[in-house]
């Protein structure tokens, strides 16, 4: 009976996973990235921008939300396909940006002078959500920090590069490599389609938080359920992109 019991979960388990298991050429595991939120410690937050990836055609922007400001840009559309036409403006801090089109040098260097640092106000003690608006040319995708399941995938799309893990530096386009100047640094990795059109590789939008000033930490239960909730909604809302791998 025990074994029948075990063989039925494993089943189940088996029926409930895509086919993620099988899919070739993934620089990382699906769960190689965080769902931990991130939450300011200080009045005011900094983060280093320090590029993307070389191969991808699409533009992107790097925001922070507060939960109030998500939950608004939900509630008006802007996280749906071709936010544009939907909600006239974000709310939100935008931190760094990348144009659509832009893809001949990978990561800052050669590009412009140096990795962007960029400052702003946060009241302590709250979430920063951060995301990426994905510009694919004829529309946006949005990806999201903390609960996975704000994402139209269900995964955590910001994966944490530890210098101990990884003393040269952040891996490159599909694991290949080194991002420049990233050596015995904190960074953090975003990816911007999701899995099954992914390198996996959170190589598309890198950037670091000073730690001194931030940090993770694991929210109450109930506020994880509250933010998923509504974030599920709307995955099952956000159109399917094209497939392209980045
Ligand atoms: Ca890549
Ligand atoms: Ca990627």
């Known amino acids: 009976m025990i074994r029948q019991s075990a ?15 099988v899919d070739p050429g993934k620089a ?35 925001w922070a939300f507060t939960a109030s400001q998500f939950g608004s840009n939900s509630a008006n559309g802007c996280f749906g396909w071709m936010p544009a036409a939907t909600c006239a403006a974000v709310m939100g801090t935008t931190v760094a940006a990348k144009p659509y089109g832009a893809s001949s040098s990978p990561y800052l ?25 994905v510009d694919q040319g004829d529309g946006f995708n949005w990806f999201f920090s903390g609960s996975p399941s704000r994402n139209s995938d269900g995964l955590a799309h910001v994966a944490y590069f530890d210098p101990i893990l990884f003393p040269l530096g ?29 390198d996996w590789d959170f190589d598309n939008v890198i950037f670091a938080i000073d730690q001194g000033i931030t940090t993770e930490t694991v929210p109450e239960p109930a506020t994880m359920v509250l933010f998923g909730t509504g974030a599920s909604a709307l995955a099952a809302l956000r159109r399917r992109r094209r497939p392209t791998t980045t």
């Open 109 to 133: 260097p050669g590009q412009v002078p140096g990795p962007v640092v960029s400052s702003f106000g946060w009241t302590p003690g709250t979430e920063i959500i951060f995301a990426i608006a």
């Open 170 to 198: 952040v891996p490159g386009n599909q694991g290949q490599g080194v991002v420049p100047q990233t050596a015995g640094l904190s960074l953090y990795g975003f990816e911007d389609v999701a899995y099954q059109y992914s």
């Open 28 to 62: 990382f595991a699906p769960d190689f990235g965080t769902s931990s939120p991130f939450f300011s410690l200080s009045n005011t937050v900094t983060v280093t921008y320090y590029g993307w990836e070389g191969t991808t055609v699409f533009g992107h922007t790097l």
């Open 7 to 21: 063989l039925l979960a494993a089943a189940t388990l088996l029926l409930a996973s895509p086919a993620r298991a």
